[in-house]
């Protein structure tokens, strides 16, 4: 696992900081989860298995602590998931099982070859230990930062990163960001109630947050702890990809760069020395990169 760092970035007239899980060993927070998940399987279960279902980022996650842990992994990815992202998946070693994400359920999938290969399913956020896992990156923060922040803007699909930080972070406000039509934690936190993606939902190229209902276990998470949610629009992410790269020397993902396009767009609030916001991953198709860069 990697300590990634805390970038400082003069912005407002104050220095916020940037916590770089875009620097992740497999481009993404996600490993902290799947490696969590996977060290407390027992003997017996790590010789049956696991299967997990993501658009990528948590795929390689699994893949990665998985290969490391001598587990086979079986991975049910979206047949449109960016060839980055699969191409990644397979080189760890784990076996990938395509769906469509329009017409197919990848938990139902996920839970039948769980059923017929009887190998443990490891999901992306609606779980105690991969929740937990995740939340080392606000051990992190807490840290690298020497005091409690403020203030944590964390991208959100799931909610299995914000919940994390939440748990670690109890003193600081956490903010969910979400695209805008996929912003489903933010008004599942307004309802007190898990509400889904108003359907037809919008196209985003935030591949990694495209959850469409988010579960009680992260939203009671989120809750309690009196987070709030935002949305950005895919202009706003296209802008944060460029700035991250021209200014910060990162390389960020569309779903990764949602909290920063909220900074960047005004739409955090007040800002402080103890402003933390998160890139939560880098994996991107070069093609698309240099065109959302240049075109920014």
Not at 9 to 35: H, P, T, Y
Not at 78 to 85: C, E, F, N, Y
Not at 114 to 123: G, H, K, N, S, T
Not at 156 to 177: K, N
Request: proline share 6%.
């Amino acid at each position: 696992m990697t300590r990634t760092p805390l970038l400082p970035l003069d912005w407002g007239g104050n220095r916020v900081w940037i916590k770089a899980e875009c620097l992740q060993q497999g481009g993404s927070f996600k490993l902290r989860g799947a490696m969590n998940r996977l060290l407390l399987l027992s003997d017996a279960e790590r010789a049956r298995g696991v299967v997990a279902f993501s658009s990528g980022n948590h795929a390689q996650g699994v893949a990665i602590a998985a290969k490391r842990l001598g587990i086979e992994a079986t991975i049910v990815m979206p047949s449109d998931a960016p060839a980055v992202k699969r191409d990644a998946t397979l080189a760890a070693g784990a076996k990938i099982v395509p769906y469509d994400r329009e017409t197919e359920s990848r938990e139902e999938i996920g839970a039948r070859i769980a059923r017929e290969q009887d190998c443990a399913l490891v999901p992306s956020f609606d779980d105690v230990d991969v929740i937990e896992g995740q939340g080392s990156a606000g051990v992190e923060i807490a840290e690298q930062l020497g005091e409690m922040p403020d203030t944590v803007l964390v991208p959100c699909g799931g909610g299995g990163l914000s919940a994390g930080i939440a748990l670690a972070l109890p003193e600081a406000e956490i903010v969910t960001v979400e695209p805008l039509g996929w912003d489903d934690m933010a008004r599942s936190i307004v309802a007190g109630e898990p509400v889904p993606v108003v359907e037809p939902a919008p196209p985003t190229r935030c591949d990694a947050l495209q959850t469409k209902r988010v579960s009680t276990l992260t939203l009671g998470a989120l809750r309690d702890s009196g987070a709030r949610g935002i949305a950005v629009t895919e202009g706003e992410i296209e802008a944060a990809m460029a700035f991250a790269m021209r200014q910060l020397r990162i390389v960020a993902e569309p779903g990764g760069s949602v909290a920063l396009a909220a900074l960047l767009a005004g739409k955090a609030g007040a800002v402080s020395d103890r402003t933390v916001i998160v890139v939560s991953g880098g994996n991107v198709d070069p093609s698309l990169y240099a065109e959302i860069v240049a075109g920014s």
